[in-house]
């Protein structure tokens, strides 16, 4: 298109390719909600997005389904932010502070069809998941070591 300041589309994936081919070796340095501190990078970073894309593939996340993330500010949720567009979905960010009643609705209303969630938060969406028939299912994002036990329906 003329007149235009660039010549190609605004995408996620075109900020997540730039800070990996220019910021490499950048640190990025986060608390895992396990507890310790974490070092990345860029480049690291962009890996484990693609890989999150390529999963959510697997489990058949396509253009335009809602992928919803109830996650603290650490370096596995960027990956989670760059990864679902990845993958084609489109990434819903949930509050772990609103109400049982409010949760649903945000929820339901988009449609969520997969949820990834910080393993300390999986008892807020526990009440609710109940009342969630369109979730396809859950992913605790933690290591086996911190896997807690649960109720929510197809939790990976």
Known sequence: MQGLMQDWPLRVSRIIDHAAKYHANRKIISRSVEGPITESNWAEVHLRARKVAQALTRLGVTRGDMVGCMAWNTTRHLEIWYGAPGAGGV????????????????????????????HDIVPVLEKV??????????????DRAHMPETSLPNAL
């Open 91 to 118: 990434l819903h960010s949930l509050n772990p502070r609103l109400s049982q009643e409010q949760l649903t609705y945000v929820m339901h209303h988009p449609e969520d069809q997969w949820v990834l969630v910080d």
């Open 129 to 142: 998941a109940p009342d969630l028939p369109l979730v396809k299912g859950y992913i605790i994002m933690t």
